[in-house]
């Protein structure tokens, strides 16, 4: 398509000479802003898919793919509804847990908690927690008074391991007074940090007999958690475990129903934020269109000279085109390196910078996260570099045409 000619005149109109610096000069900021528009597109995109993949694991990984709910708050038959789900293909696992909430105290610390009464098995298998322990162990967890509690609630309530955590449930016996809450101190064994802040803050752990014996759920529990090879698509499993469990007087509640609103939130953020960062790009194609017609303006002599020795209009529009395109796929692939050696090593520069400035610049208290994830999805990169390249080439499709438009007597006569 491009002949030795074109791409000969073309590399020479890109070389600037004396008076044509200000041509340059522009052509220049228009492949900074295609580069920084690509590199800021992957960087944010990046960061939003490992933001949503980092979260969902973590969330998954604590609070299972599905949820087996009793209709009367609570599951009698447990074991046997358990046994029958595990036996569901794509099912992992099945483990009966309590659930409830307490008022966690020590000292003068006192916040609003999240119990979870497992048994020992069960909380081995959970690898957020049982592969995450910073402090002590849980060969002891299964006597009645043990306890495993997270990071920020440690550092927050002054735990460590073998000190003393205070359980308070509003509900508690029934007497002339009143209703009196139920108070038991537990001995902290261990020590997790699950990566999420809000479950290293208000999560524990008991021992599932501890537990039912705490809330008065003797031989019950609260819900069955599931754990399937395919959390992706978990529909199809959901539907099996609500034929294999028919007739019994439970409810299930996969992930994309418990927290839809939260992940559905998440997507569409990503989706504004690529169209508003796609503008970047837009504007910068200007300057491509700017630049070229400038450069056409500059070139109308060069112009008349060429078609009057046999340059044809074809090739005239090649010229330019290269001109512009050279912009735009230059700047195009300067910026996915760039943007992909950042998200490589994102969290390295986000602690660098937090150095150099002082702040915070990433509060797991409001990210939940307590790092700065980035994924890269390979097909969202290309995606990006297809839509700059077709915005960079569509710039320079206007001018090339007027500069294949030029008429040559017209030219020389002015010149």
Known sequence: MFGPFERAVAGRYLHARRGERFVSVIAIFSLVGIALGVATLIIVMSVMNGFKADLLGRILGLNGDLSVYGISRTISDYDALAGRIRKVPGVESANPLIEAQVLLNSGGYNAGGLVRGMTQADLQGLKEISGSLVAGSLDEFGSDDTIVVGTTLAERAGLSVGARLTL?????????????????AYRVIAIFDAGVNDYNASYVFLPLHAAQVYFQMPRQVTQIQVMTHDAENVGPIRANIEQA??????????????????????????????????????????????SLIMMVKDKTADIAVLRTLGATRGAIMRIFLMCGASVGVTGTFVGTGLGIVFCLNIEHIRQGLQKITGTDLFNPEVYYLEHLPAKLVWAQVFEVIAMALVLSLLATLYPSWRAARTDPVEALRHE
Do not use: C, H, K, Y
């Open 168 to 184: 308070v449930s509003p509900n508690g016996a029934a007497t002339a007074f009143g209703t009196m809450p139920r108070v038991r």
């Open 245 to 290: 469990l028919g007739g019994t007087q439970v409810r299930v509640m996969d992930w994309t129903q418990s927290n839809n609103a939260f992940f559905g939130a998440v997507q569409v953020e990503q989706n504004v934020m690529f169209l508003i960062l796609t503008l970047i790009i837009l504007v910068a194609a200007f300057n491509v269109i700017s």
